[in-house]
């Protein structure tokens, strides 16, 4: 499995290249791209984000590596046996507030990247019309969280409820269907 770059170093990376997204943004953008499914090679996803996050000018190597990784790292967390899929989030040392924002942008990315694959929302589950509604919710959540042990446990759940609602998209959507062959005999 690829290893994720520091949160911290991520931020600083695109910072450095002009780019004003957080990396917890770019990642749920990512996320939400392959939840939609796995039919889209680097080329299209990286024309896609920089469509989005840097008005269609190409990326430089660097952010394409950070992107790339990120990438490679969303796709096999989605399709390792395992859930190990996790929000690329700050680091522990920052705080709640730090750490809920960040969580909103991911969720907000989520969603562009859904949005941006997924044109027909009449064909979704209901359980996925539910999530994209709940994601929509809670992109107005209140970040003002304290530093108390509640804020930091309610902070938790919503973070697992949001892993688990990507999973549950990618298990719908993302994964392959394999159709068998008709044989003739």
Same mark, same amino acid.
């Given at each position: 499995?690829?290893?994720?770059?520091?949160?911290?170093?991520? /931020?600083?990376?695109?910072?450095?290249?002009? +780019?004003?997204?957080?990396?917890?943004?770019?990642?749920?953008?990512?996320?939400?791209?392959?939840?939609?499914?796995?039919? +889209?090679?680097? #080329?299209?996803?990286? +024309?896609?984000?920089?469509?989005?996050?840097?008005?269609? /000018?190409?990326?430089?190597?660097?952010? #394409?590596?950070?992107?790339?990784?990120?990438?490679?790292?969303?796709?096999?967390?989605?399709?390792?046996?395992?859930?190990?899929?996790?929000?690329?989030?700050?680091?522990?040392?920052?705080?709640?507030?730090?750490?809920?924002?960040?969580?909103?942008?991911?969720?907000?990315?989520?969603?562009?990247?859904?949005?941006?694959?997924? #044109?027909?929302?009449?064909?979704?589950?209901?359980?996925?019309?539910?999530?994209?509604?709940?994601?929509?919710? +809670?992109?107005?959540?209140?970040?003002?969280?304290?530093?108390?042990?509640?804020?930091?446990?309610?902070?938790?759940?919503?973070?697992?409820?949001?892993?688990?609602?990507?999973?549950?998209?990618?298990?719908?959507?993302?994964?392959?269907?394999?159709?068998?062959?008709?044989?003739?005999?």
């Amino acid at each position: 499995m690829t290893e994720m770059t520091d949160y911290t170093q991520a /931020q600083l990376l695109l910072e450095k290249h002009d +780019i004003f997204v957080s990396p917890s943004e770019a990642h749920g953008t990512i996320s939400g791209l392959l939840a939609c499914g796995l039919n +889209i090679d680097e #080329k299209d996803y990286l +024309i896609m984000l920089s469509d989005v996050f840097n008005d269609g /000018q190409s990326f430089s190597n660097e952010l #394409k590596g950070l992107f790339g990784q990120m990438f490679t790292h969303v796709m096999s967390c989605f399709n390792s046996e395992e859930p190990n899929f996790e929000l690329y989030l700050p680091n522990e040392d920052e705080t709640l507030l730090d750490k809920a924002n960040a969580l909103v942008a991911w969720v907000s990315g989520f969603l562009l990247g859904f949005g941006l694959k997924q #044109k027909d929302y009449g064909k979704l589950s209901a359980d996925v019309k539910e999530v994209i509604s709940d994601f929509s919710e +809670i992109t107005k959540l209140d970040t003002d969280f304290g530093e108390e042990e509640e804020d930091q446990q309610a902070f938790h759940e919503i973070v697992e409820y949001i892993r688990v609602s990507a999973l549950l998209c990618f298990a719908e959507m993302g994964r392959e269907t394999v159709t068998p062959s008709k044989t003739l005999h």
